[in-house]
């Protein structure tokens, strides 16, 4: 970090020399970038491979680092059996019972019938015996609660073969659905954490770092490897003030690196809308004229493909066409 700001200080001063130049054709200053893409840990486990090591090429796909999957592994047993029930459930209900249940309901609702039948006859007996003072009242006491629980017995098997035959109700149905439904999102969920334990380049790409070492758990969202991608670069610059108005995103321009021959194709990707550490409103009109713009340029020869990171630039914008033409 304190290399890339004095580099970046370092080309500020260069941008400001560059407008002090009187009559000679303003240029922007900078270095030659690539585009930083961070890996991060899903979870907090200890990382038990590192596949790559810095400095090397990987292709997007490649295996950068594995974390710990053994948690992850069983959540998603977890979650796979949550969803193998609901799934079960629903075709239960769909289907409804089998007819062996069904016959059974049958008959333990004719046996409930027939136990009420004999529960009523012997409730009457009681009675009359009782009315004739023949029979005791604990006797016809016992005979009604005998005939009250023959009764509660038989509304539940009727109840119970109504329901089997009739089936479930769409609004079981609609539950059942919706259970499976969050069930196979939760199992997807448990299967992504599983897979982002490998910890996968996005892109081609550089291993510029990785923070982490063997072993280590680092928490959950932190950087675990960091890729410079190997598509082509593009050029920070700071635009001098004088032409600032001019340099739009789309334009185009030309950019000169240190050390090759040359120069390269280039269109504006981002001009920043304020000044480099210095706030206009804060300079004189005299000294408006050192003001400087950071812009990013992307570099759309082949050929600048691999330019190195971090060479000094120069680029040079052409106020009066557009990077189509370039292009063409």
Do not use: W
Not at 165 to 178: M, N
Not at 221 to 230: D, E, F, K, P
Not at 265 to 287: H, I, N, Q, S
């Amino acid at each position: 970090m304190r290399r890339r700001g004095a580099l970046a200080l370092a080309a500020l001063v260069a941008a400001l020399g560059a407008c002090d130049g009187g009559g000679g054709e303003l240029v922007a200053v900078g270095t030659v970038e690539r585009d930083h893409v961070e890996l991060i840990a899903e979870a907090s486990e200890p990382i038990v491979e590192i596949a790559v090591r810095e400095g090397a090429t990987v292709e997007a796909g490649a295996v950068v680092l594995r974390l710990d999957e053994r948690r992850m592994a069983a959540e998603m047993m977890r979650a796979q059996g949550a969803y193998n029930r609901a799934v079960a459930l629903l075709a239960e209900l769909e289907r409804g019972p089998r007819g062996e249940l069904i016959e059974e309901a049958r008959a333990a609702l004719d046996g409930a019938r027939g136990n009420l039948a004999r529960d009523r006859g012997e409730l009457q007996r009681a009675r009359t015996l009782y009315k004739q003072e023949l029979g005791t009242k604990s006797a016809l006491d016992a005979a009604q609660a005998a005939f009250d629980m023959s009764q509660a017995q038989f509304d539940r098997a009727t109840a119970e073969l109504a329901a089997m035959e009739t089936g479930a109700t769409s609004e079981e149905l609609d539950q059942a659905r919706a259970a499976v439904t969050e069930a196979s999102g939760t199992l997807e969920a448990a299967r992504l954490r599983q897979e982002r334990m490998t910890v996968r380049a996005p892109v081609d790409g550089v291993v510029d770092a990785l923070p982490f070492e063997l072993g280590e758990q680092p928490p959950p969202g932190a950087v675990v490897a960091v890729l410079l991608a190997r598509h082509a670069p593009y050029a920070r610059v700071y635009v001098p003030e004088a032409i600032r108005a001019h340099v739009r995103p789309g334009g185009a321009a030309r950019v000169e690196v240190d050390g090759v021959d040359g120069s390269f194709a280039a269109r504006v990707r981002t001009v920043a809308g304020e000044a480099a550490f210095t706030p206009f409103f804060a300079l004189t009109e005299e000294d408006r004229g050192r003001l400087t713009y950071l812009a990013e340029l992307d570099l759309i020869d082949e050929s600048a493909r691999e330019l190195p990171t971090g060479l000094p630039a120069e680029a040079t914008f052409d106020l009066g066409a557009s990077a189509s033409a370039t292009d063409e």
